[in-house]
């Protein structure tokens, strides 16, 4: 029977839609809330409009993307649900969102008022808590406030985004505080309040609110000191292969020095499909059952690594989602998984397994 690799001869992504599903589920349980999953940059590189489909028996409130034109994909592929731009809003954005129907993300009053003149569609109000990036300040709440209840029930949900919840847990306690701070400052409470990403979501209810906002998560990447299900593996194959004498040196820069003959395989995969050139000399792959070091820099269309006299033209290796976790590759890179996922190149075709 042909394999999967045998449909992609250089370098592929496999995508386990079942995890991804399975990982949606576990936030779900337990934070007890319903889902607004994060579908911006692709799908966190692995494709929106499969994940979209994967997700959509698990009826989340809808979905989030970072622009209206990331949403008007979504909108062509027939996704009913709300869908939430996170943005925030520009006056040059209004059009496509009215186009689309898609809800922008307003937090500041010159957004507010062009999205007001075009009439009372649902939007979510952002308030900044300490994320210091986008947002009415939590702390000038007086200043915003009658503008956004004059708003009425277009004004849909309201949230904050937690700019620490893996790394300084302590930190959403305070941003939960001042959040709460807003809210009841407020004549009514709009319909929906979220705050919680993957960290925070998987601590339980307690920063639930009505909806939670999973992403690297559901990807396969670790949050909250809870594991996902692996969700892709990124595999590239053998494409050349040469024994280098001690005393040579392997790729751009003569990096990497043999200290003895050394059997080297060259994998049809580079930076150009998302392997990070930080993991020269530094990174490992799997190949055969057994990690295998990568010897040298890593190019654009390249990637050597030590192999053993069994290796042959045409074998796979796995970049990522065997032996080597996505996250244990963003460590070896100094990174974190989302950045590794996102990188995942154009070119780089993916499959999906459990895709109806």
């Known amino acids: 029977m042909p394999s999967i690799a045998d449909h992609f001869p250089r370098a592929w992504a496999v995508v386990n839609l079942a995890a991804v599903v399975s990982n949606a589920r576990t936030v779900s349980r337990i934070a007890g809330a319903r889902l607004l999953p994060m579908l911006k940059a692709n799908a966190y590189g692995l494709g929106a409009v499969?994940?979209?489909?994967?997700?959509?028996?698990?009826?989340?409130?809808?979905?989030?993307?970072?622009?209206?034109?990331?949403?008007?994909?979504?909108?062509?592929?027939?996704?009913?649900?709300?869908?939430?731009?996170?943005?925030?809003?520009?006056?040059?954005?209004?059009?496509?969102?009215?186009?689309?129907?898609?809800?922008?993300?307003?937090?500041?009053?010159?957004?507010?008022?062009?999205?007001?003149?075009?009439?009372?569609?649902?939007?979510?109000?952002?308030?900044?808590?300490?994320?210091?990036?986008?947002g009415f300040l939590w702390r000038e709440a007086a200043e915003w406030r009658a503008a956004l209840t004059a708003a009425g029930p277009?004004?849909?949900?309201?949230?904050?985004?937690?700019?620490?919840?893996?790394?300084?847990?302590?930190?959403?306690?305070?941003?939960?505080?001042?959040?709460?701070?807003v809210l009841a400052s407020l004549p009514s409470r709009p319909a929906l309040v979220h705050a919680a990403n993957s960290a925070a979501a998987l601590q339980g209810a307690a920063y639930a609110g009505d909806l939670v906002r999973p992403g690297i998560f559901l990807y396969g990447g670790r949050a909250g000191g809870h594991t996902p299900a692996p969700v892709v593996r990124l595999e590239a194959r053998v494409v050349a292969l040469r024994t280098v004498a001690a005393g040579e040196t392997v790729s751009y820069g003569g990096t990497w020095t043999a200290h003895e003959p050394t059997r080297v395989a060259t994998l049809g995969i580079g930076y150009a499909d998302g392997v990070h050139r930080a993991l020269s000399n530094r990174g490992s792959v799997e190949l055969a059952g057994q990690r295998r070091p990568i010897l040298g820099r890593v190019t654009m269309d390249c990637v050597m690594i030590a192999a053993d006299p069994a290796t042959r033209l045409g074998d796979v290796a796995t970049i990522y989602g065997g032996l080597v976790t996505v996250d244990d590759q963003a460590d070896r890179a100094g990174t974190i998984a989302y950045e590794l996922l996102t990188a995942l190149g154009p070119r780089l075709p993916r499959r999906y397994l459990g895709e109806s």
């Open 154 to 181: 277009a004004c849909e949900g309201i949230f904050t985004h937690f700019h620490s919840a893996d790394e300084a847990p302590g930190t959403v306690d305070l941003q939960w505080r001042r959040f709460g701070e």
């Open 50 to 134: 499969p994940i979209a489909r994967a997700l959509a028996p698990l009826e989340p409130w809808g979905f989030g993307v970072a622009t209206p034109e990331e949403g008007a994909e979504l909108r062509r592929a027939g996704i009913t649900r709300p869908i939430l731009v996170f943005t925030p809003l520009a006056p040059a954005t209004v059009a496509p969102c009215l186009a689309h129907e898609l809800r922008p993300v307003i937090g500041d009053l010159d957004g507010l008022a062009a999205w007001r003149a075009a009439g009372d569609r649902p939007f979510h109000a952002e308030v900044d808590t300490g994320m210091s990036r986008a």
